[in-house]
């Protein structure tokens, strides 16, 4: 076989792996894009065939439109409120499950991933029993430290109802990210932390110095992760808990683009925020990748 024969089935091999992918990815991402795009340009009620060419102008009104703004924050509250509760806490756990040698630390890996076979619409379900103010746990618990039985409404706030939703945002994302953190921890050779006790090194400077350093890219991964699952996916639990409410004080942009596209059958406005939650992934991931910019620490 001669070195042309070689390189050219060589080239039809990758492109057997490269052309379908990039297929499903034109049909699945890249085309639903670019029909939304085409779609925020019109004034349409997404019932019809009759569609008005309005230009700009749903992106005019979306700029001037206070409840986008308020969306806009509670989507980024979200993100910073995940990013530090999730982290913190998965790692921590994941650290005292590899480092102390909890003897139960299977049960309790598979105790913490259980929130992540739970379907979201079921957490909200969940969280919305445990902050009923007639019979929800949070409420019963509070009430055995008063004299009189609690009965606050935790979801009617309209100033601090979106605090409400991150215990179950948190909860339900803890497992996944300390099993990532504890296969990183794990995947460090035992002899750097011996060499680091017998230097006198205690566990607060072990963690800092050596654990962190060489699972930052596992972190910013996790990261990257929460904060787009968040922006485009934080949709399910507002809905379900809140429905964008009170008086629209929860509405997140995936809340506030179903309300107005199948809601208020407002479909190219509808768009017009889709679009938008795109774009702001994008900046948001590329403030971040440049934020948590690191040199590689390579283990030898």
Same mark, same amino acid.
């Given at each position: 076989?001669?070195?042309?024969?070689a390189k050219w089935q060589?080239?039809?091999?990758?492109? =057997?792996?490269?052309?379908?992918?990039? +297929?499903?990815? !034109?049909?699945?991402?890249?085309?639903?894009?670019?029909?939304?795009?085409?779609?925020?340009? #019109?004034?349409?009620?997404?019932?019809?065939?009759?569609?008005? #060419?309005?230009?700009?102008?749903?992106?005019?009104?979306?700029?001037?439109?206070?409840?986008?703004?308020?969306?806009? !924050?509670?989507?980024?509250?979200?993100?910073? @409120?995940?990013?530090? !509760?999730?982290?913190?806490?998965?790692?921590?756990?994941?650290?005292?499950?590899?480092?102390?040698?909890?003897?139960?630390?299977?049960?309790?890996?598979?105790?913490?991933?259980?929130?992540?076979?739970?379907?979201?619409?079921?957490?909200?379900?969940?969280?919305?029993?445990?902050?009923?103010?007639?019979?929800?746990?949070?409420?019963?618990?509070?009430? +055995?430290?008063? &004299?009189?039985?609690?009965?606050?409404?935790?979801?009617?706030?309209?100033?601090?109802?979106?605090?409400?939703? +991150?215990?179950?945002?948190?909860?339900?994302?803890?497992?996944?990210?300390? %099993?990532?953190?504890?296969?990183?921890?794990?995947?460090?050779?035992? =002899?750097?932390?011996?060499?680091?006790?017998?230097?006198?090194? @205690?566990?607060?400077?072990?963690?800092?110095?050596?654990?962190?350093? +060489?699972?930052?890219?596992?972190?910013?991964?996790?990261?990257?992760?929460?904060?787009m699952t968040t922006l485009?996916?934080?949709?399910?639990?507002?809905?379900?808990?809140?429905?964008? @409410?009170?008086?629209?004080?929860?509405?997140?942009? @995936?809340?506030?683009?179903? &309300?107005?596209?199948?809601?208020?059958?407002?479909? !190219?406005?509808?768009?017009?925020?889709?679009? %938008? %939650?795109l774009v702001l992934s994008? %900046?948001?991931?590329?403030?971040?990748?440049?934020?948590?910019?690191?040199?590689?620490?390579?283990?030898?």
């Amino acid at each position: 076989m001669n070195s042309g024969t070689a390189k050219w089935q060589r080239n039809v091999f990758i492109a =057997s792996f490269i052309i379908p992918t990039l +297929l499903f990815f !034109g049909v699945f991402t890249i085309y639903p894009v670019l029909q939304g795009l085409y779609y925020s340009f #019109f004034d349409w009620s997404g019932m019809s065939d009759n569609k008005t #060419f309005v230009g700009l102008d749903n992106f005019k009104e979306l700029f001037h439109d206070p409840i986008v703004w308020r969306a806009i !924050g509670n989507d980024y509250f979200l993100v910073a @409120g995940k990013v530090v !509760g999730i982290m913190a806490i998965a790692t921590f756990f994941a650290v005292a499950l590899t480092r102390f040698g909890f003897r139960m630390a299977g049960f309790f890996r598979s105790i913490f991933f259980i929130p992540n076979v739970i379907s979201v619409v079921v957490i909200g379900v969940l969280w919305n029993f445990i902050y009923n103010p007639q019979i929800g746990f949070l409420n019963a618990f509070l009430s +055995l430290f008063t &004299q009189e039985q609690v009965t606050i409404t935790w979801l009617g706030f309209t100033n601090h109802t979106i605090w409400m939703l +991150l215990p179950p945002a948190i909860w339900a994302g803890i497992g996944f990210y300390m %099993i990532l953190l504890i296969a990183a921890i794990q995947s460090i050779p035992a =002899s750097y932390y011996e060499a680091a006790s017998l230097e006198g090194a @205690g566990q607060w400077r072990q963690f800092r110095d050596i654990t962190i350093p +060489l699972v930052w890219e596992q972190i910013k991964v996790s990261v990257l992760n929460i904060m787009m699952t968040t922006l485009n996916g934080s949709f399910v639990i507002v809905w379900i808990m809140t429905e964008g @409410g009170p008086d629209n004080s929860t509405q997140v942009m @995936g809340s506030y683009l179903y &309300q107005m596209a199948f809601r208020q059958y407002h479909f !190219g406005y509808g768009a017009s925020i889709g679009f %938008i %939650i795109l774009v702001l992934s994008l %900046i948001t991931t590329i403030i971040l990748q440049r934020l948590m910019r690191h040199e590689t620490v390579e283990m030898s």
